[in-house]
């Protein structure tokens, strides 16, 4: 597997950085400044990103995990501060199957992650960037709308909503043809 660092973590890469606080670069002196105002802090195990804006950057799809942050804290703050490490990058690009998708039921969000994450356990299917992002949408739609189900009988809409989404995600049938199945 590819290693990366300083060098080369710019270059078709997809990440998933920690916001932390602005207090974790508050004695570093940014290593590079990049012409959309972002600026970059690099240690020997990883590296600081300080932007106003994630996703898709350049070639390259980096995002920022929020979730360890209060939401009072990262609210009205423009820049956010994110951490990774070295080892928390993995090749990018937009034919190869790298992509899996994870939802949490219980705060009804969906993500997408690599397959070369170590926690990837091989049973989700893997998909392209672009056919990635058109299953992140519908499995948005099962989550957080209604009317996907109008003419689907159902007893309880949360078991409806895991049952299909879990299709969604281990298999290539379309979202028509797993609705047909209930």
């Excluded at 070639?59 to 501060?81: E, F, G, H, P, Y």
């Amino acid at each position: 597997m590819k290693q990366y660092h300083k060098n080369n973590f710019h270059k078709h890469t997809f990440c998933v950085y920690k916001e932390v606080a602005n207090d974790a670069i508050k004695n570093l002196q940014p290593n590079f400044s990049s012409k959309s105002g972002s600026s970059y802090y690099f240690t020997e195990e990883g590296l600081y990103r300080v932007s106003n804006h994630w996703g898709r950057a350049a070639n390259c799809r980096w995002k920022l995990d929020s979730s360890a942050m209060t939401s009072t804290t990262s609210k009205n703050i423009r820049s956010k501060v994110g951490y990774a490490k070295w080892t928390d990058f993995y090749p990018n690009n937009e034919q190869e199957n790298l992509f899996y998708i994870q939802v949490d039921f219980e705060t009804k969000t969906v993500a997408f992650l690599h397959k070369d994450n170590p926690d990837y356990d091989g049973k989700l299917m893997c998909r392209n960037a672009s056919e990635t992002a058109k299953r992140i949408k519908i499995c948005k739609e099962v989550l957080q709308e209604n009317k996907w189900c109008n003419y689907i009988k159902y007893d309880n809409l949360e078991e409806l909503q895991i049952k299909i989404i879990r299709d969604l995600l281990i298999t290539n049938k379309s979202f028509v043809e797993i609705k047909r199945q209930y």
